[in-house]
């Protein structure tokens, strides 16, 4: 059976260049984009505002639970920090089925989405047309990471990044909920040669390519 909206779902480890790559996909398209780890940041960080045990599968449920699109424009979510308390909250399964019907109907909109993250593809959106799976090297990751968050104010070492992108990359792969990794019908893109120009580029080739297949299967229906 053929699926009637057009899905993009991008996922792929910390700095990968999966949020940019959404974003320009989305322009390309003219789909609307969501950015997932949002989500799990809001959460995060609400939890440690709230006083709450992020190890609390319950206490960070109920947050999750409460959470309203607005909460997700804080300048805050943008933060090391932040990205740090997200993957501790995104453990919780209380925690990811509780977000689970915010990216469905962000997901289910007439003309289709982007949506970018770690188990779009997998468990979010599994019938979705198109799938990327963008990584890079940890290296390459930490680098731009670091260069991203020295342009947002924040003073933090080149090694400490790449500590955190390799404690988050274990966490998020080893988990038990919604573990992150490529969907066996993702198409992989290593961005680690590549400018973002490049990316972007090789992106569009690859939704380009799904659209048609996608197009072809509705018209059989
Ligand atoms: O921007 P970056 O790739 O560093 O992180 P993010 O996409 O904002 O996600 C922050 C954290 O949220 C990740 O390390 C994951 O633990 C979690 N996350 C998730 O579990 N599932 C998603 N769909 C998106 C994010």
Known sequence: MAVSSFVIAVDG??????????????????????????????????????????????????????????????????????????????IHHKVREALLEFQHVFAAQPDGAVLDGRDIGTVICPEAPAKLYVTATPEVRAERRWKQLKGQGEDVAYADVLADIRKRDARDGGRDAAPMVRAPDAELLDTTEMTIEQAADAARRIVEAARARWKASQEAD
């Open 13 to 90: 480890p910390a700095a990968s260049g999966k949020g940019t790559i959404a974003t320009r996909l989305g322009a390309m398209f003219g789909l609307p984009v969501l950015d997932t780890g949002l989500l799990y940041r809001a959460v995060g960080v609400l939890t440690e505002r709230a006083g709450a045990d992020l190890d609390d599968p319950d206490a960070a449920g109920a947050i999750a639970g409460m959470l309203s699109a607005e909460q997700l424009d804080d300048p805050a979510l943008r933060t090391r920090a932040a990205g740090e308390l997200a993957s501790r909250v995104a």
